[in-house]
């Protein structure tokens, strides 16, 4: 089948690159009069150039070279992947890789899914859109984790049939945290007042201004358990884990093969191994083809804003972000 496949995408590229220069070599050397034969030439080699390289990407569209598409998550997850103009740029958002999930899954070549994972996880909704979305891919699906799979990493790689890790992986780390900046004590030192008018008692709880409370904190830390509740059920029907193990882990990491033990890893080995798996899983040789976001000049320019305006030291404000009212929540 291989065989076949590579007869077909040399044919293809070969017809297409000819078909390029016949159509250049009539356009720019045939027809025109006034045109100089050395213009011509260097224009028909230009066509037929061009042409190769669509010839190129129609055959792997049509006569795919891979069977397996890989994606990683890398770096802080975040919806966008930059978390603002003044916090760091991290590696692509979530919605950018739930994209390129999605492109495998509609690939033709794509008959199994290699997630790659070195993260220590980040915002709740991004990670679950991930893993739902690893859960959608149809064919075998495994999560290699390299150096980190923590937290919302370690959710994603709930969405897969299998996770791997290497012996010295930290893995683990299955918990809520939530978080603010206190600055009410540095507000009365520079004179500074909090005056807010809300509708609704706990409009305003955990803004860094005001007092934190025993009424706010019994508030949001409610929010975290529930964010907790959720994160076990899930990892326990992924996994096939049992709840009550889940939270005897009390959100510790552990290295790879502690965690093997544990039940939290499927299989130890490199990514040699990895590969192994999926030959005897699909049954043929393995071939993977990484697959990158899409993204367009507008995105490029903003990320490439962001690198900026961190450098800059813009990045100091990122104290004072939070996703609810000054409170930060993520895993």
């Not at 070195?118 to 709740?124: D, K, L």
């Not at 509740?229 to 049992?242: I, K, M, P, S, Y």
């Amino acid at each position: 089948m291989a065989d076949a496949d590579s007869v077909v995408r040399l044919g293809i590229v070969l017809l297409g690159t000819a078909a390029a220069v016949v159509a250049g070599a009539l356009v720019f050397v045939v027809f025109p009069t006034t045109l100089t034969d050395l213009l011509g030439v260097l224009l028909v080699l230009v066509t037929g150039l061009v042409g190769a390289r669509i010839a190129t990407n129609a055959a792997g569209s049509l006569a795919p070279s891979h069977n397996v598409a890989e994606v990683a998550v890398e770096g802080p997850i975040t919806r966008d992947g930059g978390g603002g103009i003044a916090s760091a740029p991290t590696g692509p958002g979530a919605d950018d890789i739930v994209e390129q999930i999605e492109r495998a899954d509609d690939d033709r070549g794509a008959d199994a899914l290699l997630l790659k994972l070195n993260t220590p996880g980040g915002q709740i909704v991004p990670s679950e859109d991930i893993r739902l979305a690893a859960e959608a891919f149809d064919g075998p699906t495994v999560a290699y984790a390299t150096d980190v799979c923590a937290s919302g990493g370690y959710d994603i790689a709930a969405g897969c049939e299998e996770l791997w890790a290497r012996e010295g992986s930290i893995v683990g780390s299955i918990g809520v945290i939530g978080s603010r900046v206190n600055a009410s004590d540095l507000a009365d030192r520079m004179g500074v007042s909090y005056e807010q008018l809300t509708a609704g008692e706990y409009k305003d709880a955990g803004t860094p201004l005001k007092e934190f409370d025993e009424d706010d904190r019994e508030y949001l830390q409610g929010l975290i358990d529930d964010y907790y509740d959720q994160f076990v059920e899930t990892v326990a029907e992924g996994r096939g884990l049992d709840e009550a193990a889940i939270r005897d882990t009390e959100a510790r990491v552990f290295l790879g093969s502690e965690a093997h033990e544990m039940g939290l890893v499927d299989d130890i080995g490199t990514r040699d191994d990895v590969e192994d798996r999926l030959e005897s899983r699909l049954g043929e040789p393995v071939t993977v083809t990484e697959f990158e976001p899409q993204r367009g000049l507008r995105s490029k320019i903003r990320g490439g804003a962001q690198s900026v305006a961190f450098a800059l030291g813009a990045g100091l404000t990122s104290a004072f972000e939070g996703d609810v009212d000054g409170l930060s929540f993520r895993r």
